[in-house]
Every structure is written in structure tokens, then in C-alpha cells.
């Protein structure tokens, strides 16, 4: 994102005073204005003074001045206002129709020949394609706009190829982020020869820094430093703070790489005492810090290290929350942008607006209506997916419990048995022998659970809440055996393995069924008992 706002170098902006007095004065001129020219041109100027702070009415202007460009039947106008149009789009990050809006231009001039004209939208449309990520198609552009630029200084136009480093810094740039060292040194170096003719000091710091970082990459040590200290003097000569501080940071970033710590931490301390005495960037800040928590590490210095680690997370997140910012306020222009093409079209189609605005207001019922019902069905699908959860989690806990109190009672029973055998033994035994045999009937007995009921019915409740007291509602005859038949039917067992955990026999269980049949007021109905049970 730096790149492509450096790179978009030729984008027209002219430096007017913000304020309500200008916009007025300029208004008024259009007002009495008599030819289409200078109506275009006073549009233009409303437009660019306009953009930064309302986008909605800054492309208000430029679609009125098209629309005069074009009943004047003038392309170059149209494709000057084209180009304006799409500055602005791309300033806020509407890609799509800044490149839309660029293209026309360039056929536009295409077919004019207009070689001048060429080359800052060829620029322009290669730093779009440099935003979307796609840099074969922007090395393609930038490359056009150099040859174009290249062929206007052989006919002797000194005006834009006192901007050709600017081309060569960029398409080197692009180079350096492909990993291709060679030709990203080629293009800075052709780069730094043209902007030494012109004495161009600010693209002098920023190419000297270039090569500076790629010759620390090439492992080119004292090379690198040289060039970052021809970065620092020609960003001191114009007293580029900004600029200053990220050769610094740079140079502070080589001597790391080479395992330089001390000498890495004490530019790096230079940086922070700079930021600290102005505002700098963020991400300068968060550069530094990243910087100086490994440092600080190296050189033993472990709360410095985590002091630095902390102003690190918090300039991250502080840059995480500004790009969130910028996002909001990119898609805030997105939408006004695209309400400006809306109330476009119907201005320009005043007989279809009743069609238009009832389709529209149709599409947009469609479209919520489709949502809220594709959120029914999400919420119904999360609805299905958590019950079928809980029931699997609820099956799942059935399953232990019926385990426990069955692992429980067997357990009891098995002791009890074991406990009746040693009995058994003791009375053949005398002596010492009988009371060991007594001490080990006394333990056995010990670890039988007599409140294996209670036991389980506390570990049913908390599975079943409310369970017996539902029951108890609908029948308040219910016995307490009853109870604990309901709870081992709610398990869903059958009627021979509640016979083998009570001790009591399968006609019993049957008959107290029966019983509960009754009391639950079921006997005469189809409804089966154990569903019945576990509906409640």
C-alpha cells in the first residue's frame, strides 16, 4: 500500500484552500460562465477542491463536467475528465471503477496519440494493478509509461522525463518484491542517475534507501550502510523527518541481520529519541518496537525486551484498529460512490424512474426477504444441530449413569456374596484364623454402598432435573419403589435388568408397571410408558 501511494506520483491534485469561501467563489463563477470549456474546467476544479472531504459531490462535478464534454462531442476533455474521475476512485481505494474509468481515458488517447497523455494513465493503471496484487500486468504498465517517457525526452519534452527515476524507483520496487535482485538493482541504479541530473533530492533519499535495503539482502554489508547514509544526507538536506527516521530504522535493521546488536540498538535508540520528539507514523513506531524487542533480548536486557514486546502489541493493534477505520471509511465512499451512480441513472433516465425505483425497491425485497430467510433456516439448522447435541449429550450421561448405579449394585451384590462365603469359612475356623477371617468380613462389608438408591438418585436428578417432581405432579400416589422404577424406565431399561438390579422378580417389575400405568392415568391408551417417561 506505501508503494502504491508513492508510485501514483502523476495523479493531479491541486493544493487548494479547504474551506467554503473558495467552493462559493468557484460556484459562482460557473454560474456566469458562457462556454463549455471553461464550465469543464471550473467543474474540475470544484471537484478536486472537494474530494478529500465529500466524494459524493466531487464526482457530482465530474459527471456534470462529462456530460458537457460530451454533448460538446469532445473526447479529449472527456478523457482528461475520465482520468480525474478515476484519481479520485483510486484515492479511496474503489479499484474496479478507478480502472474503468482509466481505461477510457487511455483508449481515448490511444487513438489521439496523445503520447504525454499516455503516459501518466499507463502509470496510473499499473499502480492499480500493483494494488490488487497482480504485479506481471503493473511490471507491464509501468514499463509502457517508461518507453512512452523515454520517447518524449528524445524529442526534447524535458517536463516529464525530469520524473523518469520516478518510473525506474518503482518498477525496481516491484523487482525487489519479486525477489529479483539484478533487475531491481539495474532499474535503482538507472534511477539514481536520472535523478541526480535533476538534483532531486527527495527521490534521491528515497532510491539511495532502496538500494541501501537491497544490498543488505544481497549480503553486501558496507555497501548497504553507504547507501543508507547517502539516504540520510539527502533527507537531511530537506529536513524529511519521516524519511529520516525510516533510514535509520533501516540502517538499525542491517546491523541486526548481521548479528551487529550494540550498534543495531544504538541507531535504533536514535529513532525512538526522534518519534519521541515528533509524530511519525504508526507503523514507523511499530517498526521500531518490533526491532527493539529482539534487541534488547540479545544484548541481555530482558525488561527492556518485554517493555519493547508490549509497545510493540499495542502499536499492532493500534494499526490493526486504524486499517479497520480506513476500511469502514473506504466502504462508506464505496456506498456513496455507488449512490452517486444510482442518482446518475436516474437523472439520466427520468422516464424509467417509476420502473427503476419499483424494481429496485423489489430486488431489495427479494434480497431481505432472501436473507431473512436463508437466517430462518441457519437459525433452524443450528436449532436441529444443538437439540441434537444435547440428546446425544443427554444419551451419552444415561448411558453412564445406567452404568454407575448397574456397576454399583453388582459390586454390592458381589461383596455381599463373598461376605456370606467367609462367613461360612469363619465357622470352621478357631483362633487367630477366625478373627483375620472376621477383620476381612468387617472390611468387605465396609465397601458395600448402602445408599447405592440415594447415590443414584442424586446423580439422576442432576441429569433429569425436575424429573420426580413432575411425576409427583401428575400422581402424587407414586411410591417410592414406584419412583425408582419410573427413573430406571426414564433410562430406557428393560424389564430384566431392572429385575436383576432390585432383586425382585420380572412379574413384579410387570405388575408395578401396571401400577404406574394407572397412576399416571396411560392404561387405557397407546402410549407407551417408557416414551411417555422420557418426554416429561
Not at 93 to 98: D, L, M, N, S, V
Not at 318 to 347: A, C, F, G, P
Not at 395 to 415: A, G, P, Q, R
Not at 504 to 511: G, H, M, Q, Y
Amino acid at each position: 500500500m506505501k508503494l502504491f501511494n508513492v508510485i501514483l506520483f502523476f495523479l493531479p491534485i491541486t493544493v487548494l484552500a479547504q474551506n467554503s469561501f473558495k467552493s462559493d467563489s468557484l460556484k459562482l463563477a460557473l454560474d456566469v460562465s458562457e462556454t463549455e470549456g471553461e464550465k469543464i474546467e471550473l467543474l474540475i476544479e470544484l471537484s478536486e477542491l472537494h474530494h478529500k472531504s465529500n466524494i459524493k459531490e466531487s464526482l457530482s462535478f465530474t459527471d456534470e463536467a462529462l456530460s458537457i464534454a460530451k454533448q460538446a462531442d469532445d473526447e479529449h476533455l472527456m478523457a482528461v475528465i475520465y482520468k480525474q474521475k478515476g484519481d479520485i476512485l483510486s484515492r479511496y481505494g474503489i479499484i474496479e471503477e478507478a480502472l474503468d474509468n482509466y481505461l477510457k481515458a487511455k483508449s481515448i488517447w490511444q487513438r489521439r496519440n496523445n503520447v504525454s497523455e499516455l503516459i501518466s494513465i499507463e502509470h496510473n493503471i499499473g499502480a492499480v494493478y500493483y494494488y490488487q496484487g497482480d504485479f506481471e500486468l503493473a511490471l507491464g504498465n509501468f514499463k509502457k509509461a517508461l518507453g512512452a517517457c523515454i520517447e518524449m525526452q528524445e524529442k526534447g519534452d524535458t517536463i516529464f522525463s525530469k520524473k523518469i527515476h520516478v518510473i525506474y524507483n518503482t518498477i525496481g520496487s516491484v523487482y525487489d518484491l519479486q525477489d529479483d535482485n539484478e533487475l531491481a538493482l539495474t532499474y535503482f541504479q538507472k534511477a539514481l542517475e536520472n535523478a541526480h541530473k535533476y538534483n532531486d533530492y527527495f527521490n534521491l533519499g528515497n532510491v539511495y534507501n532502496n538500494l541501501g535495503k537491497l544490498h543488505s539482502e544481497m549480503s553486501r554489508p558496507e555497501a548497504a550502510i553507504a547507501y543508507f547514509q547517502e539516504s540520510l544526507n539527502y533527507r537531511e538536506k530537506i529536513n524529511d523527518k519521516v524519511g529520516i527516521a525510516r533510514s535509520y530504522l533501516f540502517m538499525a535493521k542491517h546491523y541486526y541481520d548481521h548479528r551487529q546488536y550494540h550498534e543495531a540498538l544504538a541507531i535504533a535508540l536514535k529513532v525512538q529519541q526522534m518519534l519521541d520528539k515528533q509524530p511519525g507514523s504508526l507503523r514507523t513506531k511499530r517498526d521500531l518496537w518490533e526491532l527493539l524487542y529482539p534487541l534488547y533480548k540479545h544484548v541481555g536486557r530482558s525488561d527492556s525486551a518485554l517493555f519493547a514486546h508490549e509497545k510493540f502489541i499495542v502499536l499492532k493493534d493500534s494499526i490493526l484498529s486504524e486499517n479497520s477505520v480506513k476500511e469502514m471509511t473506504r466502504l462508506q465512499m464505496q456506498y456513496e460512490y455507488d449512490m452517486q451512480e444510482h442518482d446518475k441513472t436516474v437523472r439520466q433516465n427520468r422516464t424509467r424512474l417509476l420502473f427503476i425505483a419499483t424494481l429496485s425497491i423489489l430486488g431489495l425485497l427479494i434480497i431481505i426477504i432472501s436473507l431473512l430467510y436463508v437466517l430462518s433456516k441457519s437459525r433452524s439448522k443450528r436449532m436441529v444441530l444443538e437439540n441434537e447435541r444435547l440428546e446425544s449429550d443427554l444419551e451419552l450421561k444415561n448411558k453412564e449413569l445406567t452404568t454407575n448405579v448397574m456397576y454399583l449394585l453388582k459390586k454390592n451384590e458381589f461383596l455381599s456374596s463373598i461376605s456370606l462365603r467367609l462367613i461360612d469359612i469363619k465357622k470352621k475356623l478357631r483362633g487367630d484364623n477366625s478373627q483375620t477371617v472376621q477383620q476381612l468380613i468387617y472390611e468387605i462389608q465396609s465397601a458395600v454402598d448402602e445408599d447405592v438408591w440415594e447415590e443414584f438418585e442424586l446423580r439422576f436428578q442432576q441429569v433429569h432435573e425436575a424429573f420426580f417432581e413432575k411425576l409427583k405432579a401428575i400422581s402424587s400416589d407414586l411410591t417410592p419403589s414406584e419412583l425408582k422404577i419410573c427413573a430406571f424406565l426414564r433410562l430406557n431399561l428393560k424389564t430384566k435388568e431392572i429385575a436383576s438390579i432390585t432383586h425382585l422378580s420380572i412379574r413384579s417389575i410387570e405388575v408395578t408397571r401396571s401400577n404406574i400405568r394407572k397412576k399416571l392415568k396411560i392404561t387405557n391408551s397407546e402410549t407407551n410408558l417408557i416414551s411417555f417417561l422420557i418426554d416429561l
